[in-house]
């Protein structure tokens, strides 16, 4: 009974969370093309937070980008909402692809994640390994394994030879052996240069035709795939990977071991979850914002892990000023 009022509690809010993602994207728009990263993220925050701040719950930010001493991101640990209840955990990312997004790139998007209280994973901005997979792969990946036998598993979940496997990894230098290793096999690498929510995510979008994502990059985006993912019936799995002593610290305060695998449980326990994704320009999951008779026509992903569903939203927004 508690589980199905949870679950009627986080479907109360999609459309509340929904409009948090459109205005966001919305605000960062007027950046793209312009070079600056710092204004645009200072932008589509600042309107997360004044929509966020509007919804009828308790929200606490558990992952974001920012530290408290670092506004305007939105900070571990602030609460949002105007009420009491329900009380939500909250991962955003408020604009994910920020550079391609100021340079007048494709992949950029605005991303949420919610779930009740306690179900998100707890933890600091910083590097975290990840991998994901889809539905037919679930159950069969180990991130400490070797990457020729995850490519084996995979390929043989999916019915596939290796050398027929899509594989998406971020491009920087840490992961220059990782990909060479996975060349060597005959299996296919695409490069990207930013967006790791929507290279994990795609893992379960049959269209995108893409078997695995693997490397490493910022956990809050972890965090928020694995809402998507989990949603859709595949797997991530991850590790955090401090970079000094004050990092390892940071991780023992909020109670995260940094010397284990993180499972798909630890990083979202429930499936009364829901992620939202608003492009701001053109992507593998959603097509970007258009402009067309004074409108903004914003385009949108809706995925629900109590109905394990995705929905592609299409709104239409004035170009009036929000008040």
Not at 27 to 45: F, I, N, R, Y
Not at 47 to 65: A, P, S
Not at 87 to 105: F, H, L, S, Y
Request: hydrophobic share 40%; proline share 4%; glycine share 8%.
């Amino acid at each position: 009974m508690i589980a199905e009022k949870r679950a009627d509690s986080m479907q109360a809010l999609v459309l509340d969370f929904l409009r948090v993602t459109e205005k966001a994207a919305i605000e960062a728009l007027p950046w793209v093309g312009s070079g600056d990263k710092m204004a645009a993220d200072a932008s589509a925050t600042n309107e997360m937070r004044k929509q966020l701040n509007r919804i009828e719950m308790q929200g606490t930010i558990v992952i974001g980008e920012g530290e408290i001493d670092e506004a305007p991101m939105l900070f571990i640990g602030e609460t949002l909402g105007q009420a009491s209840s329900p009380e939500i955990d909250i991962a955003v990312d408020p604009i994910e692809g920020t550079t391609p997004a100021v340079n007048g790139q494709n992949n950029s998007l605005t991303v949420i994640a919610a779930a009740p209280k306690g179900t998100l994973l707890h933890a600091p901005d910083m590097y975290m390994k990840k991998i994901a997979v889809g539905p037919k792969a679930k159950g069969k990946i180990n991130l400490d394994a070797p990457i020729t036998e995850t490519l084996e598993a995979v390929a043989e979940a999916n019915g596939k030879q290796v050398r027929e496997l899509t594989v998406m990894i971020q491009d920087r230098p840490r992961h220059r052996e990782v990909i060479e290793e996975i060349r060597s096999t005959g299996a296919r690498v695409n490069l990207f240069q930013d967006g790791d929510v929507i290279s994990s995510v795609a893992t379960c979008i049959e269209q995108a035709n893409v078997d695995l994502f693997y490397g490493i990059g910022g956990a809050p985006e972890g965090v928020l795939a694995a809402v998507a993912v989990r949603s859709l019936g595949g797997e991530v799995q991850a590790k955090l990977m401090p970079r000094n002593e004050k990092e390892k610290e940071r991780c023992s305060k909020m109670g995260v071991d940094t010397d284990r695998v993180l499972q798909h449980d630890d990083l979202v326990s429930t499936d009364e979850c829901l992620f939202i994704a608003t492009g701001i320009t053109d992507n593998l999951l959603v097509g970007g914002i258009e402009t067309m008779n004074g409108k903004y026509a914003v385009n949108s992903m809706v995925v629900t892990g109590t109905d394990c569903e995705v929905r592609y939203m299409r709104s239409i927004h004035s170009m009036a000023p929000d008040v």
